[in-house]
């Protein structure tokens, strides 16, 4: 069992837990993940390791409730404990020698984003920025984003803080203005790594995104998990979930991510909420 030793709620659809997992912890690094399974009749479930404390065994996930596995890890409290949280699984982020880098998180892209700027910042790579959300309600992780960048940009689609538009705006004037990065790190919605993937190819920008499919294991012999990456079948769950941008398919990473939205929301329709009663759909 693994206990739950902090909750905080960052926004009405996402929360952040840290769980006491002091080997997971030990090992961890930026770019790895976890799986989780509430108890034993619930599914297994991957999220990035948002950030870790080693000194404390403390491992940092954050989610927000779509399906029933993550309304049921949100219904908990502290001192709450969940039945399996496995990891660190996948490839650590391998960034090489980096002077100055863009980091670019989308909605809850954010939680993947901030480790890696966090990690390139104790590198003494200089760090520009860039989160974008719906509206300054679902804003999260903006202090501490701030605490790691040089250069923080904040956007929302309605302009209700920050700048008005999207990610790849911000972006894309930052390159025009003449700022040369060696790397930009794109997490978040696929066709919003697919834009900024797009955006840095004319200028050879080396471009890293994570991806997040569908995983069931999380080591490889599913194969659920699979992306195409430069035309060859890559694991995101052991060859990633870091990938070059420039070479992932993300058109087929859409079409198939797409496949199970319908089988995500009757997950969602027919759990019965065991707070409130209720009758199975």
Aim: proline share 3%; aromatic share 6%.
């Amino acid at each position: 069992m693994f206990e739950i030793v902090k909750k905080r709620v960052l926004n009405s659809q996402v929360k952040l837990m840290d769980i006491y997992a002091p080997h997971i912890a030990k090992k961890a690094e930026p770019g790895q993940f976890i799986i989780f399974r509430v108890n034993e009749k619930g599914e297994r479930v991957p999220l990035t390791i948002a950030d870790f404390h080693r000194e404390k065994g403390t491992v940092t996930i954050i989610f927000q409730e779509l399906g029933k596995s993550t309304k049921e890890l949100g219904a908990l409290n502290e001192g709450d404990t969940i039945l399996d949280f496995v990891g660190p699984l996948g490839v650590a982020s391998e960034f090489g020698h980096v002077k100055k880098a863009a980091v670019v998180g989308g909605g809850l892209g954010a939680a993947i984003a901030y480790p890696q700027a966090k990690k390139l910042n104790s590198l003494g790579t200089e760090v520009h920025t860039i989160i974008g959300f719906r509206n300054k309600d679902l804003i999260i992780l903006e202090e501490e984003m701030k605490a790691v960048s040089n250069k923080q940009f904040v956007t929302t689609d309605d302009g209700s803080n920050g700048t008005k538009g999207f990610v790849t705006d911000v972006l894309k004037k930052l390159i025009e203005e003449g700022n040369q990065y060696d790397l930009v790190i794109a997490t978040g919605p696929l066709i919003m790594m697919k834009a900024v993937s797009n955006l840095t190819r004319p200028y050879n920008i080396k471009t890293i995104v994570s991806m997040n499919p569908i995983m069931i294991d999380g080591t490889g012999m599913c194969g659920g998990c699979r992306v195409t990456v430069g035309g060859e079948i890559k694991f995101a769950c052991v060859d990633g979930p870091d990938f070059d941008g420039h070479k992932v398919d993300f058109d087929e990473a859409i079409r198939r991510q797409n496949m199970y939205k319908k089988h995500e929301t009757e997950s969602v329709t027919k759990h019965q909420c065991k707070l409130g009663g209720g009758n199975n759909a």
